[in-house]
């Protein structure tokens, strides 16, 4: 097992250093949007004097090196910087304190991870199972149908497969909330209620890419020698298939999960934005809109930790699905 | 007293190319309880295909066309999937050829081993598991009662062969195909599984069809022999009658292989310069010791054979003459000069005196370069010909090697057999004129017939070019029809060399030794004389040491 915790460990390390570059691309390209936050929010009044003062109360007149360290400084000791848009309410109007970036974004954040926790927990084992069965009754119907049906729904643009759902699943059939306005102190079963139409949205965009590959990395060994070996001892198809090839097959698979879990947590805006979701994905176009250059970048780094994180959990659980690195000589 | 399984007129059709063509035509085959029966054939003639059929399994793309399987009154042929499934693994069980490739590597063995019994119902798995222990304790496995509880990644080839025999023990079936278990083993190794198959197979009376291309292997095994050709029946016969009067040509022909053996050369002056000469050589895989302190001299015209089971090291003194494995000691000379280490230093002159052969023609030739294009390749880096000269020089080599220039000029790789493309292997080796050639294998992965031709090919080149070989090799009939020298190799060391004919004579090294028993003879008792000769315990020993 020495082997395979000093991989994990390496694999850690690494993801630590590529979130560091992502940081330095974040900053950089953030701060190559055009136009800034004092301009914008001045419109019509942005005279030089006003400009260059909001700027400085800001620090954006510092250069960039210094800032950046400034804000890597913050990250590391949990401070993620103030929202620019925050900062302007509380000097015209004199609000109650600073309200950080972290205070923002974090309800925005665990409301995201709730919606795609719903989504995982509906769209892998279904995914997973269609597969299994698409690869036991391979080219029959059940398979074309499944085939058919997955692509069909990745195919259509997100926004598209929601308005189907509301109309029948909230219009014609009023089953479900057609909006999904979650707020604070909602019990579990409302929120989940809530956010059900989101989240079958959601799996029919990312079902048809795990069963698509969980059925052709099961194929892909049905033609090995133990395979045939399983056949040849009597074993019934679906036993082969679950036993014997499904076991092998998971490293692929495990991958594939991971970039559609990754996707759940950074790729939803248009399905946040259909159901009014208080996803933090419309916090993040929001800040985009109004240069709230704090809250870009906080948003950009969860998403890319979030990517790294996930990619990184799939390569620790396609190695332990592996018995030669588990089980060494 | 009923027969056991019953073939009636049996035809099979493989799908290729849009259409279906005949695979086995029309082949008869009987067996009676606790017989066993030998089938042999080159690589082609369907023998797998048959055996599979015998247990009403076909492959994908495979059909049964017409003709009768049936097993003890069951037509197999028409049976349900069920019923079929049901009769798989309990009472007709199946050994492949490659045990590494055939257990699941994702679960432990003695899971697999189980698996059949408790999915049948035929015993609990706490009593398949002890049944299982009390098996690879039969079949002389190392800790037998720990063996089956590690992945199969952490056993030796070998020890998974006699494992998934064990296996296929599992339910006591009635019938057992064997398909060419040995073929992917080391001479003393097979000579272990061999044993323990025998064995068992005795022991528990069990019928077998034992497929195989090795007609010694199969003398041993078998009391019935069919020889198959393309689908065809040759002849059937009891193996003593088979081995002493066989009837039909093809038979004979078979059988002749063996007797291919060259005239000796002789003697080397003394005082010649070597074309090759390795001298101390130690080369490690990053701080794997593979070799130490290996030195041999290959003179002209001359073949030396390094034989030696896998792992011995044998490949890896090639990779440190060619220089792609630069050697952490000692040096390598050509004509008397030392040879850069590395290959990235030598010149062109140094680089096209030593060539090679490989072991698999298959992949060793691009897929998607016609063969003119593969030949003219090196003729023109080595020797900078063009045009019509160069085609002239591809054209020669190719009636070097018996291949019709226009024929086969601008085929592919795929269209050409295992035997053709090794000898595109040996043109593309000719074309640098070197004075030397590495041959890795080159005739392991071929039938018997094909390998001879191959043979002979090499010799009739010798001759006439004045070449040097060294001839890679685990298969001791190959060296003794080839070589003139033979090196030793075990654990990376030389144990023994000499000439052939004082290698072959007695007495040996204990290694040397050990190898030569170990090549299977003609003779149907030569397993069992063998086995009295060394006594029992100590084959165990043997396995247990080479572990």
Redesign the interface.
């Known amino acids: 097992m020495g082997n395979v915790s000093s991989i994990i460990f390496q694999r850690l390390l690494l993801g630590l250093v590529t979130l560091l570059i992502v940081s330095i691309v974040i900053f950089v390209a953030v701060n190559l949007l055009p136009g800034d936050f004092a301009e914008l929010i001045l419109g019509q009044g942005a005279t030089p004097e006003a400009v260059s003062t909001i700027r400085r109360d800001l620090g954006l007149d510092q250069p960039l090196i210094v800032r950046y360290m400034q804000w890597l400084g913050g990250i590391a000791t949990g401070d993620l910087g103030t929202s620019f848009a925050q900062l302007n309410f509380k000097t015209n109007l004199g609000g109650a304190g600073d309200v950080g970036v972290i205070d923002q974004i974090l309800p925005r954040l665990s409301n995201t991870m709730f919606l795609a926790l719903v989504t995982a927990a509906i769209a892998v084992p279904l995914a997973v199972t269609l597969g299994v069965l698409a690869a036991l009754f391979r080219n029959t119907v059940f398979d074309r149908v499944a085939n058919v049906a997955t692509l069909s729904s990745i195919s259509s643009p997100e926004f598209f497969m929601a308005y189907v759902l509301i109309l029948f699943l909230a219009v014609l059939n009023p089953i479900l909330p057609s909006l999904s306005n979650i707020f604070e102190g909602m019990s579990f079963t409302e929120r989940l209620e809530k956010s059900m139409l989101p989240a079958l949205t959601l799996t029919l965009v990312v079902t048809a890419h795990m069963m698509r590959m969980t059925r052709a990395a099961i194929i892909n060994l049905l033609?090995?020698?133990?395979i045939?070996?399983?056949?040849?001892?009597?074993?019934?198809p679906m036993?082969v298939i679950v036993k014997?090839a499904l076991?092998?097959a998971l490293a692929p698979i495990i991958n594939v999960i991971a970039l559609n879990l990754a996707y759940l947590v950074t790729g939803v805006v248009v399905v946040e934005v259909v159901f009014v979701y208080p996803g933090i994905g419309q916090l993040f176009v929001d800040s985009v809109k109004i240069r709230d250059i704090p809250v870009v970048q906080a948003c950009c780094l969860i998403f890319a930790a979030a990517y790294i994180l996930l990619n990184l959990t799939a390569d620790i659980l396609s190695i332990l699905s592996n018995?030669?690195l588990r089980?060494p000589? | 007293m009923s027969e056991l399984l019953e073939i009636r007129n049996l035809r099979l059709e493989g799908r290729s190319d849009e259409q279906w063509n005949p695979i086995i035509n029309g082949v008869d085959l009987t067996l009676k309880k606790g017989e066993v029966l030998g089938l042999i054939g080159e690589s082609g003639a369907g023998k797998s295909t048959l055996g599979?059929a015998a247990?009403g399994?076909t492959?994908?793309g495979v059909r049964i066309s017409s003709g009768t399987v049936e097993f003890d009154g069951i037509d197999l042929v028409n049976a349900s999937a069920a019923v079929?499934?049901?009769?798989?693994?309990?009472r007709i069980?199946?050994v492949?050829q490659?045990a590494a490739?055939?257990?699941?590597?994702?679960?432990k063995i003695i899971d697999q081993h189980v698996?059949?019994p408790v999915?049948?119902g035929v015993e609990s798995r706490a009593a398949s598991i002890k049944d299982g222990i009390a098996l690879y304790e039969r079949l002389r496995l190392p800790n037998p009662g720990e063996i089956g509880f590690?992945?199969p990644?952490?056993v030796s080839g070998g020890q998974l062969q006699r494992a998934m025999t064990a296996m296929a023990m599992s339910c006591r079936p009635d019938l057992i195909i064997f398909d060419e278990p040995t073929t992917a083993l080391d001479v003393t190794t097979q000579i272990e599984v061999l044993a323990s198959v025998r064995d068992i197979v005795e022991q528990f009376d069990t019928a077998a069809i034992y497929i195989t291309h090795d007609l010694a292997v199969v003398a041993q095994m078998a009391d019935t022999i069919k020889v198959l050709l393309k689908g065809d029946e040759v002849e059937t016969a009891e193996t003593r009658e088979m081995l002493s009067s066989p009837k039909e040509d093809y038979t004979k022909s078979l059988w002749a292989v063996r007797s291919f053996e060259r005239p000796t050369k002789p003697a080397v002056n003394t005082g010649a310069t070597p074309v090759v000469s390795i001298r101390n050589v130690d080369a490690a895989y990053g701080t794997v010791p593979v070799l130490h302190d290996v030195s041999f001299d290959i003179h002209e015209g001359r073949t030396v054979a390094v034989v030696g089971e896998s792992g011995s090291g044998k490949s890896t003194t090639a990779r440190c003459i060619t220089g792609l494995l630069p050697p952490k000691k000692g040096e390598v000379l050509f004509d008397g000069e030392v040879l850069p280490a590395n290959y990235k230093q030598r010149n062109k002159h140094q680089l096209r005196q030593a060539q090679m052969i490989y072991q698999m023609a298959d992949t060793a030739l691009n897929p998607r370069m016609a063969i003119g294009q593969i030949i003219s390749r090196p003729v023109q880096f080595y020797t900078g010909l063009t045009g019509k000269g160069l085609r002239r020089r591809v054209d020669q080599l190719l009636d070097q090697i018996e291949l019709e220039p226009d024929q086969y000029y601008n085929r592919l790789p795929s269209e050409l057999s295992g035997g053709q493309k090794q000898r595109i292997g040996i043109a593309r080796a000719l074309a640098a004129e070197p004075k030397f050639i590495i041959c890795d294998e080159v005739t392991s992965a071929l039938d018997q017939l094909v390998a001879e031709g191959i043979l002979r090919l090499l010799a009739k080149l010798q001759d006439s070019l004045k070449l040097s070989y060294m001839f890679i090799t685990h298969d001791l009939a190959t060296v003794r029809a080839i070589s003139d020298e033979v090196v030793v190799m075990k654990e990376g060391r030389v144990v023994e060399q000499g000439e052939k004919r004082a290698m072959f004579t007695p007495p040996h090294h204990a290694y040397t030794d050990l190898l030569l028993s170990s090549v299977p003879e003609m003779d149907p008792d030569w397993l069992t004389n063998l086995l009295n000769e060394r006594g029992v315990d100590n084959i165990g020993d043997a396995a247990v040491g080479k572990m």
Do not use: I, T
């Open positions: 033609a090995s020698p133990y045939e070996m399983a056949r040849l001892k009597g074993m019934s036993r014997h076991p092998n018995p030669r089980h000589k | 599979l247990m399994f492959r994908d079929k499934r049901g009769l798989l693994g309990k069980a199946y492949a490659s490739a055939s257990f699941n590597p994702a679960h698996e059949a999915q049948h590690r992945y990644h952490q």
